[in-house]
């Protein structure tokens, strides 16, 4: 065994032994969402805190840095090798953690904790200017950490973004978003000028939560979500948190009167927990056994949601056991009109409540906005005033109270600026996956309209899930499309599909 | 500060760091037993080994050898004060964890996980002699653990004993069971003599889950459990688990055509989630804020499940809101006939089946037979035939097989061996205690038939559980009731409740 095989070896265990502990973690922080006594919190942020402590340590440790150098030293990786691509981020990873000071870390995590308390109350009575003080802070930590990241001749904004997209930059996002942009705009005001207006009242009526319950697990599992390797729970705000081989959970929320909310969301997740399931297990906890990017992770999750959930194929074998399952909600509604009405399109305040169409805006807008705070072009005094300028020339209508406009999401709250993007990231690469999927399989449609998911699924898992990180999320996309991030797909099919609903 | 406070604090900080650490590890096992799913149990397993070498790491490094030293050379610990209690029992701790050699550690723990397996196989399959070689190598390794602890011209099975109630002695012990063991020999006989038996197919009517759910919470939280700071979860073997301040844990099983199991279940599992709720909060992770000894906690989990929960004040209190929740079953059952069949005593082959009076004479036969293999006076090839015989002395039946008989409880498989005597222990403890906190608080009973649990409650937080490990078992039990362990108050309290109900 040569020396940097050796050191190779080194290193996995090294990174398996920090994951193995950040999956401890994991747990508590499942746990903490869905089953805790309330009385429970304090010794739960004890837990965590502890064991952040102990992942810091582990994951930081100097012998990983020598571990790197010597293995970098070395020229015998083959380029694209899992090897190569290992070594390559966990030495992104490992500089993202060392090049913070302790003092920042900690102060960051403080902040983020007290400013999310504070958010909270803030949304709750309505008051921006009660968040405010929080926000200054959070915008100059996070311009410190930028900082302290370094940025090499980019944006400040790009050292943040790269903790969710890796290697993504502000500027080539902007090159997609901008075009999206314009096309958006035009879809929505078209679909607005057509003057049809689906009757989506036939999603609030009564859909029994225990029902709602076994549909949405039936229809995770039929796309392929292993409940053997997983489970589904509520919890108030939904997510998908995979803790390792062999065990990946899901959560939504259920309101009886509203029936999207638990369905969608479930598809949502379990597009997510596909993914988890998906990685390959023998390279569990290094890179190549993790997800590409948050963008390539919310391409999956919106392509289950949206392009197969929301798809008319979908509800073809769907729609007969939906009435089966709500005969009190369904039995007088055609399949026709439960399709119009799941997929109704109109400007609306609350970017997690949106459709298809108006959901990009909502991002585009926060990127903007948030990218503007970094650089100081925009005051966090003046955000609210900017948000609802903004939100009324993309969508026509003013945030009526701030809870509705800028108070309505927790990620700034909580640190996470450059976040955001990775959302619309998302459902750009599903646009172009799809396609690429559809070409290859031929005919994805009439596959779902059997409920035959596996080989999308199985599609998925080879070209996208068992990649890992090998490579990173453009260059993946060309991997599997041959194409670069564009608009174009996601335009075309949103086009597509609306221009039929709606007579364009 | 004097040198030996700051090394106290110096102590007290590494104890409540370890605690923390192994209260992380009470949650991934507590998620075992409810919520994993199937496919995890590898992963978790990975999780609980990194997560126990660090806390074996945490508790047994030097600095805390060191620490001890220092403290137990200074000399200005007032007797019976918290500081003492607490330096007394980390060493106690410590020392059990360090003269254990890593290797013998580490086997024990390979051969419980093997050994568990086998047994679970040979119990399904009826043949002890499947599981005899993992017995004898189970028996082997517990005496080597005994050696290595020391004994002190005691007994080696002493040695193994003082990990679950520590202090105190099989002869002892012995002292304690050979009369209990007489007298319910004799009450047993009575009882069958007298040919009343009660109609307990009243408890195996239909009973819905979800009402039983309903009625157990109910009662749990009547009694004093606090599910503001804790919850109940089904699991197949039913546990408490005190996590840590403000999230206690119990688990139970429901049997829809089986009334008492998840009842009466719930009652004792609450019982040691009152103790564990009642520990000192500021004092977490340290001896003085955790439980005295296994019997101490089973004396509370028995009390309230037997001393209250069989009593007929209780259900003075209960009977008619079991009527109401279980129409189908108990609409034409008197209380009294409800009352009788919760209390029929015969005798059965399954201690976890057992009736409070021969529940105690099962735990006898696994005493004298665990001594006895540990002392080499058994060979385990001889077990089976040993527990036959003596069955039969004490119960009059022989067990028609060897799932009915020594392979049926899970206990020596994992190599829990000095840990049955213990809820004999706790069964003649909640005597003691019983009779003092009727004479304190003056007609228990009386307070019990008006469902006002609050002050029996408040006395056992007081007297017992804010007391932690500042005394130990027996010290605990003079302090609070100005007694020694005795056989005659448990004798007392069954010859009277049973002499009634059989008329003796």
Redesign the interface.
């Known amino acids: 065994m040569s020396a940097s095989v050796k050191a190779y070896d080194e290193l996995i265990t090294r990174l398996k ?1 920090s994951a ?2 950040r ?2 973690s994991a ?2 922080e499942w ?1 903490e969402q869905t ?10 942020a ?2 965590l805190a ?2 952040a402590g ?1 992942f810091h340590q582990e994951a930081t440790s100097p012998e990983i840095g020598d571990l790197l150098q010597e293995l970098e030293s070395a020229s015998e990786w083959e380029a694209d090798s899992i090897e190569q691509a290992n070594i390559r981020e966990s030495r992104h990873e490992y500089d993202r953690m060392t090049k913070l000071p302790r003092r920042l870390v900690e102060e960051l995590s403080r902040v983020a904790t007290l400013s999310h308390h504070a958010w909270v109350k803030a949304r709750q009575e309505n008051q921006f200017k009660d968040f405010l003080p929080w926000l200054e802070q959070m915008i100059d930590l996070k311009r410190e950490q930028a900082a302290a990241l370094g940025f090499h001749g980019q944006k400040a904004y790009d050292a943040l973004l790269d903790e969710y997209e890796p290697g993504a930059t502000s500027e080539m996002i902007e090159q997609a978003f901008s075009p999206l942009r314009n096309e958006l705009v035009k879809l929505v005001a078209a679909i607005h000028d057509s003057g049809i207006s689906p009757d989506v009242s036939i999603l609030t009526r009564k859909y029994p939560v225990e029902k709602q319950r076994e549909f949405s697990i039936s229809a995770a599992e039929k796309i392929g979500f ?6 589904l ?1 509520i919890a108030a705000h939904p997510f998908c948190t995979g ?7 899901l959560t939504t929320r259920y309101d009886e009167h509203h029936f999207p909310g638990a369905f969608f969301g479930t598809l949502h997740e379990a597009g997510h927990g596909i993914y988890e399931q998906g990685l390959l297990k023998e390279y ?1 906890g290094t890179p190549v056994g993790s997800s590409t990017s948050l963008g390539i992770h919310e391409s999956q999750s919106r392509m289950w949601e949206n392009l197969v959930g929301r798809s008319r194929s979908f509800w073809d074998c769907f729609y007969q056991s939906a009435q089966a399952q709500f005969p009190e909600a369904l039995t007088n509604v055609t399949q026709e009109d439960f399709y119009r009405a799941i997929n109704d399109v109109r400007p609306s305040y609350i970017r997690v409540e949106a459709d298809e169409v108006t959901y990009n805006l909502h991002i585009m807008l926060r990127f903007e906005l948030e990218q503007a705070l970094i650089a100081g072009d925009l005051q966090p005094t003046d955000l609210e005033t900017a948000w609802n300028e903004k939100f009324t020339e993309y969508f026509g209508i003013t945030p009526d109270t701030p809870a509705h406009g800028c108070l309505q999401d927790v990620h700034w709250s909580a640190g996470l600026i450059g976040y955001f993007p990775t959302y619309a990231l998302g459902n750009m690469y599903a646009a172009h996956f799809f396609n690429a999927a559809n070409q290859e399989l031929g005919g994805l449609d009439e596959l779902i309209s059997r409920g035959e998911f596996v080989p999308l699924k199985e599609w998925l898992n080879q070209k996208i899930h068992q990649q890992g990180k090998r490579y990173r999320a453009n260059r993946l996309l060309e991997v599997v499309t041959g194409e670069s991030l564009s608009h174009e797909p996601l335009v075309a099919q949103l086009s597509r599909k609306y221009s039929e609903l709606y007579n364009l």
Chains 1, 2 share one sequence.
């Open positions: 032994k193995l502990l999956s401890c747990i508590l746990d089953y805790l006594p309330p009385a429970g919190a304090g010794h739960r004890d837990q502890l064991m102990m292993d409940f053997h390797s997983g489970r729970d803790i390792g081989p062999g065990d990946c959970r569990f």
